[in-house]
């Protein structure tokens, strides 16, 4: 008789974060971290230097340190409060060192960090970093590029397929460093088990296609994952550094509470037709 395989506990998770020079850098701006305070909660953080300021390396490297230290300070505060906290405090530290040392003046850096905690997924976005949400067979991107060809992409004014590869693809509307208070996206869903999220810079998805990333990190581990994710791209000659980090959900999450009202009715009748 075979022994029954062992369930992982509720709500638990894997994560790995691997960063890269790529192919024709010298340096890698990329800056990342990975911090799980348990089983059931962590944070997951990738920064990418602005490398047409100048410390672009400094600034994603100052961003990710501040980012972590402030959400570990940050204890007792409400999830959804927290992680954009954190990135509003990481901000003022690129700021504040710019202004105090001449040689990195008008450095900047984009920034995506994401928090888990018991199964609910918290991030705050600033720049053209991506996280992906892979679930029952496909693959959707939470957030949204700060970029010139984002805005027109969301306008209409520019197809998806044109802007990847348009010459202001790069060209950022956001990032942090540039002023004191930056405008931060924040998103915040529920996660299920099995779920798989890819948070990356665009040393990957700007070389490997959104299919390609899911089924790469299919079935995978997350350190094997991420490793493959960057090596697909290396392998692509991606000309910008690369970072992919890989979020497995594997234990049973709660089911999200049901909202109240015609938002909630409505969010129902979407999830019955999907």
């Keep these: 008789m075979e022994a029954e395989q062992q369930q992982p506990a509720a709500c638990t998770f894997e994560a790995s974060v691997v960063s890269d020079v790529g192919t024709e850098r010298e340096h890698n701006e990329d800056q990342c971290a990975c911090f799980v305070e348990s089983a059931t909660a962590g944070i997951v953080a990738v920064a990418d230097g602005v490398s047409s300021y100048p410390a672009g390396a400094t600034a994603s490297k100052t961003a990710i340190e501040a980012t972590v230290r402030s959400y570990r300070q940050l204890t007792g505060m409400k999830l959804d409060r927290r992680m954009p906290r954190a990135v509003q405090q990481a901000n003022i530290d690129v700021y504040d060192l710019s202004v105090v040392v001449p040689e990195l003046r008008g450095m900047a850096t984009t ?129 910008d550094n690369v970072s992919a980090a890989v979020i497995n959900m594997l234990g049973v999450t709660p089911e999200p509470p049901h909202r109240r009202g015609v938002l909630g009715r409505l969010g129902r009748l979407i999830g019955r037709r999907a």
Excluded at 157 to 176: G, V, Y
């Design 111 to 239: 920034l995506t960090a994401l928090a888990i905690e018991d199964g609910a997924l918290t991030a705050a976005h600033v720049g053209d970093c991506r996280l992906y949400l892979c679930r029952g067979g496909a693959i959707m991107q939470l957030t949204k590029d700060h970029t010139v060809t984002g805005e027109r992409v969301r306008m209409g004014l520019m197809s998806e397929k044109r802007a990847r590869s348009h010459r202001d693809r790069s060209t950022l509307t956001r990032c942090l460093g540039r002023e004191l208070i930056v405008a931060i996206d924040r998103i915040a869903t529920s996660l299920r088990q099995g779920d798989t999220l890819i948070l990356c810079s665009d040393g990957l998805y700007n070389v490997v296609a959104e299919p390609e990333m899911m089924e790469i990190v299919s079935g995978r581990p997350a350190a094997a994952a991420s490793r493959a994710l960057v090596d697909a791209a290396n392998e692509r000659g991606t000309p």
